[in-house]
């Protein structure tokens, strides 16, 4: 019975090294990023003294690498697991990987050398505006390397569809659309896995497909000033993009969960017609709901920007539901065994379901009004990115090559980032609740104490997730090796 | 039958080159943009499995994976999407002859030919790539705040753009629906490369 | 990767990269409109002698601005649209050269490309709206239909029925020199720009 669930495929030695490859990239930009997080909590507790300029630069590049990599190591996750039931090609996923560097050296070279600061989102027409501080060049550098690394995630996926249509025949079936609406029979539906990979695929293309129209008018508006286009509707493009692409992420993570419990518990992942419906649910809403981040551009319509609050308030619940359910009844007296590995990719799903709660609240336009510009709303999106998504890529990191290493200490590294992580993001969240902005290099006096206790948590998490990936990196070798992964 | 085609698509390009058609299909930038530079696309491509057989041996193994016969076809195509080029066409009987030939000839022949040799994979990056950057054209014209083409005003230039959008967002649904409920024969047809 | 693959994608690269620099001026412009502007930028143009009636039913040439430095827009009065721009934009080049002594050594010429509605009664009305006064700003046209011709084609105008008995064209501003050159091509926005842009060739 667990068999089943687990897959048929085996994940040759060549697949299993590139994954690998992935999480060794992944979890060494984490950290690097993370420095450039609390390099910014101490500056703005005065702990340490940085120029605003570079302030700007850092808090662009923190926001591109993290939307990087989360998007890396989701894929990582996903390509691993969804390689088990389809058909996929190697070679694809190391041509993202290699699409990815290029755009991470671009987008590194951008800020640190050209001072691109325009914020991950580089909305128009700021790029070209840049008062002096960066050149065309630069906004524009900036701009390739986006269009570089989603090159390589559009041939990821659209490879990941070609397989699940050669198995499948079509998407539909690997969302299992017909289960979910009770026109077939539930234990006829894709695993998990698919059904996943197949909702991050069509989102994420729809996704990229925006964000390449937009990236190309942007390039154009650089060099041919002329050619301008509406503020509004590139606003409405580039979230559409951003949001879709950094919540595919977490759909792509939990795929983690999916996988790796049932391996601990010897339960099969239930899958039932409430768990498609979810799916395809959540594939739709994924899509629509991006107008919750225009809830304060007064010049859109009513409708589209009540409606972004209704879904958003739905937005995530459905997979949610099923997977905090699901992982309730798969973990509940199956006597597993808890440690580093089952215990962050459990932790993922809590910290999704709690960094769903500050979201719900930012996504309602009588509070979103007053919080949106404070630091309740990276609050928000840390909780659910640093200890969901995070935990569930750490969890898999753990359980793929920490197994092997030859280092102890996963229990200290495991709860140094939660105490850590839960720290840094509550310091967020109590300094939004008490009106301190986000994106203020330099803070007042009575915001110091929020700054300190996040700067503290922030190099709590950063040594916690140091442990985590130097365990990991020890233990690659071995890991590369091989060996039989599927059930211990 | 390969004759039937090429002598089709001669008569197609003779048809299109005639001047009331000419000026009927390029009176308008909409009809200009989304039908006539399309069609003389479309008759590279109807011409390319009869001229298969007369594509040198050396050129055929270079065009690995169909990949410089695509970058060829989106150079010689979007040349003739640039508001100037547009322009020069009408003033410039010389620019017209050879919008007329190199659509067809560096365009849709090459495009054509090097299809075939696409893994699905390619296709579809090259479909998924192809939908955004007409939307993104579409886009600049419409919001353009001057007029771009000496010949167009500004109405028929905002016209042609929603005509691009509008192309490109029927394109795209289609292809979703087409992928979603397990039809998409176009695109992961059998092709001659390897997988 | 099979043999040959290489050169031939860097032979189309490269090809394909020199008919796109070709086509933009080395990727400078994309519209006729700017490839114009950055040619007689690069090379002014001598305009040859065209003869025109003002306002007034004064004839006059191109050849009388000799040693003076010209505005030139191109109209018609029944225009509803850009034309008035254009006026109203001529109209406040004189206002902000007014106050400058350096501001009076140019003058300003609206030409008509509609002489079959626009007889002289009609440019009156026109320079009426916006204050023009010959000889500082003249409204004109051609004086025949070979005048007019090759007036829009030295000026690289553009000029089309719009189909409801108007025009589409372009609302550039044309800068001719002392030398009776056509030295610059402006978009028509700021009248700030414009003047500016006049009074510096008119001081050299």
């Known amino acids: 019975m667990t068999t089943e669930a687990i897959g048929t495929r085996s994940t040759p030695i060549g697949a299993r090294t590139a994954v690998l490859a992935y999480l060794a990239v992944s979890g060494v930009v984490l950290l690097l990023m993370m420095l450039f997080g609390a390099t910014m909590r101490l500056a703005q507790a005065q702990w340490i003294s940085l120029d605003p300029t570079w302030f700007y630069i850092i808090l662009t590049m923190h926001g591109a690498g993290m939307v990087g990599i989360a998007g890396l190591s989701g894929a990582a996750v996903m390509w691993y697991f969804v390689g088990r039931y389809v058909p996929v090609s190697t070679a694809v996923f190391l041509a993202n990987l290699g699409f990815f560097l290029v755009g991470a050296v671009l987008i590194l070279g951008s800020g640190f050398i050209g001072g691109f600061a325009a914020a991950w989102t580089f909305l128009f027409p700021l790029p ?58 539930e ?78 518990t010897h339960r099969a992942w239930k899958t039932n017609w409430a768990f498609y419906l979810a799916w395809v649910m959540s594939t739709l809403m994924v899509l629509t709901v991006y107008p919750h981040h225009l809830l304060m551009d007064f010049a859109m319509p009513t409708w589209a920007l009540v409606a972004g609050q209704i879904i958003s ?7 949610l539901l099923v997977t905090a359910f699901g992982a309730l009844t798969n973990t509940y007296r199956s006597g597993l065994k808890w440690d580093a590995a089952s215990g962050l990719v459990f932790l993922g799903v809590a910290g999704w379901a709690i960094g769903v709660i500050p979201a719900i609240l930012d996504g309602t336009i009588a509070i979103n009004s007053v919080m949106h510009n404070t630091q309740w709303v990276p609050g928000h999106f840390h ?30 590294g495991f709860w140094l980032y939660l105490v850590g992580g839960s720290i840094f993001v509550l310091a967020f969240l109590s300094a939004g609740s008490a009106s301190v902005p986000r994106r203020y290099a330099v803070h007042l006096q009575a915001w110091l104490p929020y700054d300190e206790i996040g700067s ?33 | ?104 000839l560096l365009g849709g022949l090459p495009l054509g030919l090097s299809w075939r040799r696409m893994p699905g994979l390619g296709r579809a990056f090259v479909w998924a790539n192809f939908i955004p950057k007409l939307g993104a054209v579409g886009g600049l014209y419409l919001a353009a705040p001057t007029r771009l083409c000496a010949y167009y005003g500004v109405d028929q230039q905002a016209e042609a753009g929603w005509t691009l959008i509008t192309v490109a967002a029927a394109l795209g649904l289609v292809s979703f629906v087409a992928v979603f409920a397990g039809r998409p024969r176009a695109m992961f047809a059998p092709h001659d490369g390897p997988a | 990767m099979t043999r040959g693959f290489i050169p031939l994608l860097a032979l ?106 626009d007889d002289l009664q009609a440019l009156k009305l026109y320079g009426e709206r916006y204050g023009a006064v010959a000889p500082r700003w003249r409204i004109a046209v051609p004086s025949d239909r070979r005048g007019l011709d090759t007036l829009l084609r030295s000026f690289g105008a553009v000029v089309i029925p719009d189909g409801n008995g108007g025009f589409v064209h372009s609302s550039d501003v044309y800068l001719v020199d002392s030398a009776g050159r056509l030295a610059r091509i402006f978009d028509a926005d700021a009248p700030w720009s414009l003047s500016g842009a006049a009074i510096h060739e008119a001081a050299r």
Request: aromatic share 10%; charged share 10%.
């Open chain 1, 128 to 185: 070209a505006h840049s008062g002096s501080l960066w050149s065309i060049n630069a906004a524009a550098c900036y701009l390739f390397g986006l269009i570089s690394i989603g090159v390589g995630f559009l041939l990821l996926h659209l490879d990941i569809v070609r397989g699940i249509l050669s198995v499948y025949g079509g998407l539909g079936a690997g969302l299992g659309f017909k289960q979910g609406f009770g026109l077939a029979p």
């Open chain 1, 187 to 264: 234990d006829t539906g894709p695993p998990p896995a698919v059904a996943a990979s197949t909702m991050v695929a069509i989102v994420n293309i729809v996704g990229i497909v925006f964000g390449a129209a937009i990236l190309v008018m942007s390039l154009v508006n650089l060099y041919v000033p002329s050619f301008t286009f509406n503020a509004l509707v590139a606003k409405n493009m580039i979230y559409l993009f951003g949001h879709i692409f950094i919540n595919a992420t977490i759909y792509m993570a939990v795929i983690a969960v999916y996988e790796i419990l049932p391996r601990y």
């Open chain 1, 313 to 319: 308030w739905l937005s995530g619940l459905p997979v």
């Open chain 1, 383 to 412: 909780t659910y990115l640093l200890l969901g998504m995070i935990a569930m890529m750490l969890g898999f990191m753990t359980w793929l090559g920490g197994a092997k290493s030859p280092l102890g200490l996963a229990p200290v």
């Open chain 1, 456 to 488: 503290i948590g922030a190099c709590l998490a950063i040594a916690g997730v140091a442990i985590l990936v130097v365990r990991f990196l020890a233990g690659l070798r071995s890991a590369a090796a091989g060996g039989d992964d599927s059930v211990r």
């Open chain 2, 1 to 104: 039958m390969s004759e039937g085609r090429l002598l089709a698509a001669a008569g197609f390009w003779v048809v299109l080159w005639l001047p009331p058609v000419r000026s009927a299909l390029e009176s308008d930038m909409a009809v200009h943009m989304a039908v006539q530079l399309p069609l003389l696309i479309a008759i590279g491509v109807l011409a390319a499995p009869p001229l298969r057989r007369f594509e040198p041996r050396l050129l055929a193994d270079a065009d690995w994976l169909g990949i410089p016969g695509l970058v060829l076809a989106a150079f010689a195509t979007s040349l003739w999407m640039l508001p100037r080029m547009l322009d020069q066409a009408l003033a410039d009987p010389l620019a017209e002859l050879g919008k007329f030939l190199s659509l067809p």
């Open chain 3, 12 to 117: 189309v690269l490269a090809g394909g990269m020199a008919a796109l620099s070709w086509a933009t001026d080395g990727f400078r412009v994309v519209t006729s409109d700017g490839a114009r502007q950055l040619a007689v930028e690069r090379r002014p143009l001598p305009l040859p002698d065209i003869r025109l009636i003002d306002q007034d039913g004064h004839p006059f040439s191109f050849a009388d601005y000799r040693g003076k430095t010209l505005l030139v827009d191109l109209i018609y009065t029944r225009c509803p649209t850009i034309c008035g721009v254009l006026g109203e934009n001529f109209r406040q080049v004189l206002e902000h050269s007014g106050a400058n002594k350096a501001g009076r050594n140019f003058d300003l010429l609206s030409i008509s490309f509609d002489p079959a509605h």
